[in-house]
């Protein structure tokens, strides 16, 4: 049998790893459950519901009686320090390189799992918490916009005339971006879409979207496995210029790209958003990363003066949107959990570590008081458009390779 707990996450993080329903089948498969109180309430799934699926509700977590803790934030060290010995964390670890986590996890001989590490295969699909995150974080990103648009998104023919479609523009195609075009689209917006992957545009296409052709060749994006890489300074240089009178036609921009683990990539410049009509709205998925747009702060809501005159920008940088849908990201998540918990389980039911399986090789941070394959983040979902960063100078930054 193996203990696994689920902590109250600290605030302002409104998700738990686990919820009833995935309770349930962790009892069911042999496990024992713990769930500090007051977990779920944040998410809507009260103490209760959690005693119903079986789970212990305890006031407090001892550490140290624990196999498996699944997190949604980070561990402190301070926490990492009263687990015990051999024991396993699972959940979001960004960032990977924090040297007293590391120290703290090695000390106790932990195996730190990051879900941001899980290989981008099809056998790891059903725990790939980036995706299931993205999924939210894309559908929240068109709502977001929504409500601060000063206009409909759909058309609208009625008899004091007609209203034309709102026009939203979407960088990066990743899961997010995929998910921000079909939302846009459901709520009757005209959408456009980019991606520097040369498979992309058959992707924005089946979405419903028209594909934004920047007259790249299709090998100046592709990167290893499917993945965009970074651009040439000439080439993201030429994106840039090719997307500025799409995103300047706009109403709605929303960017997608961020890469676990490191800065996102500076993809429009403070120039771009301003050259937009007053009243448009700009959703910097990216902001807690670094921000996709120039000037974007996370979970603030700024103002640009529109080039245009007459009014201005509203540039939102969302802080975490996953979190601002708590019910069912948790639920996601914590099937994700599930699903490498089962990985975990050997077949006397007692706790593995299987390093030769290629999941839990990947996903390792740390293993009986080592760091593992170094501290570099593998390729992640959802950094569509890639280029290096420009300084407000208009200088080029250091290019950096950046995985979609």
Same mark, same amino acid.
């Given at each position: 049998?193996?203990?696994?707990?689920?902590?109250? =996450?600290?605030?302002?993080?409104?998700?738990?790893?686990?919820?009833?329903?995935?309770?349930?089948?962790?009892?069911r498969s042999g496990h024992q459950v713990l769930v500090e109180s007051g977990a779920g309430t944040a998410s809507h799934h009260p103490d209760d519901a959690y005693a119903a699926a079986g789970a212990a509700v305890v006031p407090a977590i001892d550490l140290g009686a624990v196999d498996i803790l699944v997190h949604v934030t980070p561990l402190p060290a301070a926490a990492l320090l009263r687990l015990r010995p051999g024991a396993v964390t699972l959940g979001?670890?960004?960032?990977?390189?924090?040297?007293?986590?590391?120290?703290?996890?090695?000390?106790?001989?932990?195996?730190?799992?990051?879900?941001?590490?899980?290989?981008? +295969?099809?056998?790891?699909?059903?725990?790939?918490?980036?995706?299931?995150?993205?999924?939210?974080?894309?559908?929240?990103?068109?709502?977001?916009?929504?409500?601060?648009?000063?206009?409909?998104?759909?058309?609208?023919?009625?008899?004091?005339?007609?209203?034309?479609?709102?026009?939203?523009?979407?960088?990066?195609?990743?899961?997010?971006?995929?998910?921000?075009?079909? +939302?846009?689209?459901?709520?009757?917006?005209?959408?456009?879409?980019?991606?520097?992957?040369? =498979?992309?545009?058959?992707?924005?296409?089946?979405?419903?979207?028209?594909?934004?052709?920047?007259?790249?060749?299709?090998?100046?994006?592709?990167?290893?496995?499917?993945? &965009?890489?970074?651009?040439?300074?000439?080439?993201?240089?030429?994106?840039?210029?090719?997307?500025?009178?799409?995103?300047?036609?706009?109403?709605?921009?929303?960017? +997608?790209?961020?890469?676990?683990?490191?800065?996102?990539?500076?993809?429009?410049?403070?120039?771009?958003? &301003?050259?937009?009509?007053?009243?448009?709205?700009?959703?910097?998925?990216?902001?807690?990363?670094?921000?996709?747009?120039?000037?974007?702060?996370?979970?603030?809501?700024?103002?640009?003066?529109?080039?245009?005159?007459?009014?201005?920008?509203?540039?939102?940088?969302?802080?975490?949107?996953?979190?601002?849908?708590?019910?069912?990201?948790?639920?996601?998540?914590?099937?994700?959990?599930?699903?490498?918990?089962?990985?975990?389980?050997?077949?006397?039911?007692?706790?593995?570590?299987?390093?030769?399986?290629?999941?839990?090789?990947?996903?390792?941070? +740390?293993?009986?008081?080592?760091?593992?394959?170094?501290?570099?983040?593998?390729?992640?979902?959802?950094?569509?458009?890639?280029?290096?960063?420009?300084?407000?100078?208009?200088?080029?930054?250091?290019?950096?390779? =950046?995985?979609?």
């Amino acid at each position: 049998m193996i203990t696994i707990a689920a902590p109250r =996450e600290p605030s302002p993080e409104t998700r738990v790893a686990l919820v009833p329903d995935v309770v349930r089948g962790l009892v069911r498969s042999g496990h024992q459950v713990l769930v500090e109180s007051g977990a779920g309430t944040a998410s809507h799934h009260p103490d209760d519901a959690y005693a119903a699926a079986g789970a212990a509700v305890v006031p407090a977590i001892d550490l140290g009686a624990v196999d498996i803790l699944v997190h949604v934030t980070p561990l402190p060290a301070a926490a990492l320090l009263r687990l015990r010995p051999g024991a396993v964390t699972l959940g979001l670890q960004a960032p990977l390189d924090d040297a007293d986590r590391l120290a703290a996890a090695n000390a106790r001989r932990l195996t730190v799992l990051a879900f941001e590490r899980l290989p981008r +295969t099809s056998r790891a699909q059903a725990m790939d918490v980036l995706s299931s995150q993205a999924l939210a974080a894309g559908y929240r990103a068109v709502l977001e916009a929504a409500i601060r648009l000063p206009r409909f998104f759909p058309l609208a023919m009625t008899a004091a005339g007609t209203v034309p479609p709102a026009k939203v523009v979407v960088l990066g195609a990743g899961v997010a971006g995929l998910q921000a075009i079909a +939302t846009a689209r459901r709520l009757g917006a005209k959408v456009a879409a980019n991606d520097i992957r040369p =498979e992309s545009a058959e992707e924005v296409r089946s979405v419903g979207a028209t594909f934004i052709d920047v007259g790249l060749a299709g090998e100046a994006g592709a990167g290893v496995g499917g993945y &965009a890489r970074s651009l040439g300074r000439s080439a993201a240089q030429a994106q840039q210029a090719a997307l500025a009178p799409h995103i300047a036609d706009a109403d709605v921009l929303i960017t +997608t790209a961020a890469v676990p683990g490191r800065r996102a990539p500076l993809l429009v410049t403070a120039a771009m958003v &301003a050259a937009m009509r007053p009243g448009s709205v700009v959703v910097d998925l990216a902001a807690a990363g670094g921000g996709n747009v120039e000037g974007s702060r996370p979970g603030v809501d700024a103002t640009v003066p529109s080039a245009r005159g007459g009014g201005a920008i509203t540039l939102v940088g969302l802080a975490s949107a996953p979190a601002d849908l708590p019910t069912d990201a948790s639920r996601l998540y914590a099937k994700n959990v599930a699903g490498v918990v089962a990985l975990l389980t050997g077949a006397d039911g007692g706790l593995v570590v299987p390093l030769d399986d290629d999941i839990i090789d990947g996903m390792a941070l +740390t293993h009986d008081g080592a760091t593992r394959h170094g501290l570099g983040a593998p390729p992640a979902q959802d950094a569509g458009v890639v280029a290096p960063a420009v300084t407000p100078g208009g200088a080029p930054a250091p290019e950096h390779a =950046e995985p979609r």
